[in-house]
């Protein structure tokens, strides 16, 4: 075998030899340069994998080669040095640095006994050869000389061509040599006495089953399985002089030592690496806060779920359980008390948990509930999940003691049944989440069941929000005007309504756009282009004699009011485009006034002392207080279509749009009504006090062109 191959291979197995079973790491891979003759080329080992935690760690082990092989000696063995310099620890996300450390350290301390090891016994060897074969650690090289007596002497171990005596003695990984027939310790070095808690003298001498836990005759079984060299790493655990326990790693090898087969075994303390990688095997899969599993765990018990369900045939069940409003407590009492309502939630619901069940913690304060073998019957299922749901509210709506406070925190669940593999386990929790939603959208404090249905009206909404991201880029939003007229049959102006024209579906109704647009934050931008469309509109006008005394209304968003540069914006609109705020009338809604009253004050009387006017649009369908009225800088109020629709027939309807006027007369306000379809709706206004109106009567919402001519036509007449 050529010198480069035999090096290559020799690194390769000792590389994973010593790895593997040091870190207790999968997946090694070696990676290696050309191996020329000369000394101080590298060979890299990428370790990947690491399986105690949650996040992919890619370490590597720089192992160098110090010499050069020739073709039958070797001059130095593999060290390994600069163990932590690729280790990047900040990047473990979620585990202690502190604990991570020590599991690689103990990693470090037996690569490091087996570069010694090496070093040592194979130092002017002159065939290694025969080692290079073995995918396991090679063992000493055999040696000549006869037994003295039953212990190993200083003699035996002193002779042969290699200085084992003084790698024996001094080394500080522990080390016993042991009679394979009777367990009998024969030799053992200091580390061995120091760490059994024994004088040498004492624990020579001593059979390995005052040591070993293991039964008599397990501890035989094993012994002979290292001396056929039929396994040479075994896990056991050991007694100390202290009667303390600790686990081991033992590396057990046959040798000839002064004529007789004995076994040469190195024991590694590993307690410390099992406790580092429990605590991260914690970190990785359960929440520190509650003690349970984490999104990582329960996905991976959700597949196993979904599988035992499909050979069983019983229906499983999610229930993604969230408590109502649960940020108020971290607003209010602060984030120790909103910590300590998450673990008491966490103890009321382990309550329902049966065995082979999963309660899981997703994250922030919702939580997820995987129940199987429920029945094999879909109505029975369900009916199950809603027994078991309908307590689970009872039981988190009892109220949380935090001192001298109490509080009470509902919950809201969504739940969705399984019992086959063609939906995974990421579109089961979205079919959860889905069914949360329609149990906030419920009034919270609810139970919903996930539906196909559900599931479509989902993706079609996707489907338009990315629709209206596409719409504004390409400009296929347009403006109608629907005219506004006064009792005497003149323009007086018009309401702005946005459509959208889309390629392939057409008109598509405000109806379905608008409420998403207000929930996806799109109505900004495209709130923003009406305004700004509009006051370009209205400097156009003023240059037409006809059409320069007309006011233009344009709606106006919750979303768009809140902005606190939303008075900035519209001046700056008004300034660019050269528009009379004049003609320009905001409308409000009753909603908007919900709540920040006085922001809201604020900015209307900012605008209002430019020029621009508002009208409270709706009125008498949401917030309606008369002490705001009084606050608002207003200049109109609009009776909204829904009383005119049945002012003649229903008696409510008729007393509201009269209370109406009233009220703007009395507060000295202008008003105007919409809906308006028939001259006897018309006619009921007017002897009500009511003289401006908008509805088919007059006109339908028009395009640009057309308004034109409708309001020129009007004012010529």
């Keep these: 075998m050529k010198s480069a191959a035999r090096q290559k291979k020799f690194a390769e197995r000792f590389a994973q030899a010593v790895m593997a079973r040091a870190g207790g790491m999968s997946n090694v891979d070696c990676y290696f340069t050309d191996f020329p003759r000369r000394p101080a080329k590298k060979a890299t080992v990428a370790i990947h994998d690491n399986p105690f935690l949650s996040v992919m760690a890619s370490l590597s082990i720089k192992l160098s080669l110090l010499g050069c092989f020739s073709c039958l000696t070797m001059e130095e063995a593999v060290a390994i040095n600069d163990f932590f310099d690729e280790v990047d620890f900040a990047a473990l996300k979620g585990a202690d640095a502190e604990d991570f450390q020590a599991y690689i350290l103990n990693a470090a301390n037996l690569a490091s006994f087996a570069r010694d090891l090496y070093s040592n016994i194979f130092h002017n060897s002159k065939n290694t050869s025969n080692q290079l074969t073995n995918n396991s650690l090679p063992s000493p090289p055999a040696q000549s000389g006869e037994a003295k007596g039953q212990m190993i002497s200083d003699k035996e171990l002193a002779e042969g061509d290699f200085p084992f005596r003084e790698f024996f003695e ?184 049966r065995p082979g069940d999963t309660l899981a913690r997703l994250g922030g304060d919702e939580f997820v509930l995987m129940l199987e073998n429920l029945s094999a019957s879909e109505t029975d299922a369900a009916a199950l999940v809603e027994s078991v749901g309908s307590r689970l509210m009872q039981k988190l709506g009892q109220p949380y003691q935090f001192g001298d406070v109490r509080y009470h925190c509902t919950a809201s669940i969504g739940a969705t049944l399984f019992t086959e593999l063609n939906t995974n386990a990421d579109d089961l929790l979205k079919q959860s989440d889905l069914a949360l939603h329609k149990a906030k959208a419920a009034g919270r404090n609810a139970l919903r069941f996930f539906n196909p249905e559900m599931e479509k009206a989902v993706t079609a909404r996707m489907w338009m929000e990315a629709e209206l991201h596409l719409a504004l880029n390409e400009g296929q939003f347009f403006l109608h005007y629907q005219p506004q007229v006064s009792g005497e049959g003149q323009i007086i102006g018009a309401e702005v309504l946005v459509r959208w024209q889309h390629p392939a579906r057409g008109i598509v109704s405000p109806a379905d756009f608008i409420p998403l647009s207000e929930e996806t934050g799109l109505i900004l931008p495209i709130g923003h282009w009406v305004l700004d469309t509009v006051c370009e509109q209205l400097a156009c006008w003023a240059t037409r004699p006809r059409l320069a005394d007309l006011t233009v209304a344009v709606n106006v968003s919750v979303h768009q009011f809140r902005q606190r540069d939303f008075v900035d914006q519209v001046l700056a609109v008004l300034d660019r485009t050269g528009a009379n705020p004049q003609r320009l009338k905001l409308e409000l809604t009753e909603t908007m006034l919900a709540e920040n009253l006085t922001d809201i004050v604020e900015k209307m009387f900012a605008l209002k002392s430019r020029g621009v006017g508002f009208s409270l649009d709706d009125f008498g369908t949401g917030y309606s207080s008369l002490s705001y009225l009084k606050r608002l800088p207003l200049d109109q109020l609009k009776i909204d279509q829904s009383f005119v629709h049945d002012i003649l027939t229903d008696a409510n309807d008729a007393a509201i749009a009269r209370t109406v006027v009233a009220l703007a007369q009395g507060l000295q306000l202008g008003v105007i009504a919409e809906g308006v379809e028939t001259k006897e709706q018309r006619d009921f206004l007017a002897s009500s006090g009511c003289h401006e109106y908008q509805g088919f009567l007059y006109s339908r919402p028009l395009i640009l062109e057309k308004f034109e001519q409708f309001a020129t036509a009007i004012c010529t007449n």
């Design 170 to 353: 001094k080394n500080g990984s522990v080390m016993l040599i042991i009679e394979p027939a009777t367990g009998e310790i024969l030799g053992a070095n200091e580390a061995a006495a120091a760490y059994y808690g024994y004088t040498q003298d004492s624990l020579v001498g001593m059979s390995i089953i005052q040591i070993n836990v293991l039964s008599p005759d397990e501890i035989t079984t094993e012994r002979q399985r290292a001396l056929r060299e039929e396994r040479n790493f075994f896990h056991f655990r050991h007694r100390l002089a202290s009667g303390d326990i600790r686990e081991v790693e033992v590396y057990s090898k046959p040798m000839e030592l002064g004529g007789r087969r004995l076994l040469f075994s190195i024991v590694h303390d590993i307690g410390e690496r099992n406790s580092a990688a429990e605590r991260i095997n914690r970190l990785a899969y359960f929440d520190q806060l509650t003690g349970l599993p984490n999104r990582v765990l329960f996905i991976d018990r959700l597949k196993l779920a979904r599988t035992t369900s499909l050979r069983s045939g019983y229906f499983g069940a999610l229930l993604v359980i969230d408590l109502d409003h649960f940020n108020k407590i971290n607003d209010t009492l602060g984030i120790k008390s909103g910590d300590a309502l998450l673990k008491t939630a966490a103890e009321r619901l382990i309550e329902f948990v």
